[in-house]
């Protein structure tokens, strides 16, 4: 038995056996313009493969490309898109630069202070308190997530006190929103059965 763990390996297996077959039948043929019109032949087999692709922008240089890489760069003919480069499929993407911005409180996330940073800006009063009133409210539903149990108003107008080293401040008697009670009612509303037909 032949089996396929004893064949060589597909470059592309997502096209099978037989295209890679074509395709190395193709490098071999010797007449220029019967070698062209091989490769035209099986780009159209290739795309008979994923008639849904074919809208798609860019299909039929993707195809080519595919061709190119299966006959490991070895088709001479003449393509009718520009093909990338050998190297390229070897090549190593650079690296993604990694953010080494520190946050005092991650569990606030950095746009709360970027927020506060903005908020030490204001010059106008009125919206400086109304803004920090604002990032308080996020600051405890941010807290929330990760500790359910010590969530107060006055930890987070310490928090916010000390992140913004003593700019911004909430008015006494400022009452922020209470997500844990928020928290309970949409489980109450889940739980709350529904009204059964009266039976006649």
Sequence with gaps: MDYNSNRKNLILPEYGRH???MVDHAV???DPEERAKCAKTIIGIMGNMFPHLRDVNDFKHKLWD???IMADFNLDIEY???LLEKEALTKRPDKMPYRNSKISYKHYGELVEKMIAKAILLEDETERKMLSVMIANHMKKSLFIWNKD??????????????SKGVLSVEEGTRLTEFKEQHQNRNTRKKRPQNKPKKK
């Design 28 to 30: 071999t043929i010797e």
């Design 150 to 163: 010590s969530v107060t108003d006055e930890r987070i107008f310490d928090d916010l006190k000390r992140l």
């Design 80 to 82: 009718p898109y520009e």
């Design 19 to 21: 295209i890679q077959k």
């Design 66 to 68: 595919h061709l190119a």
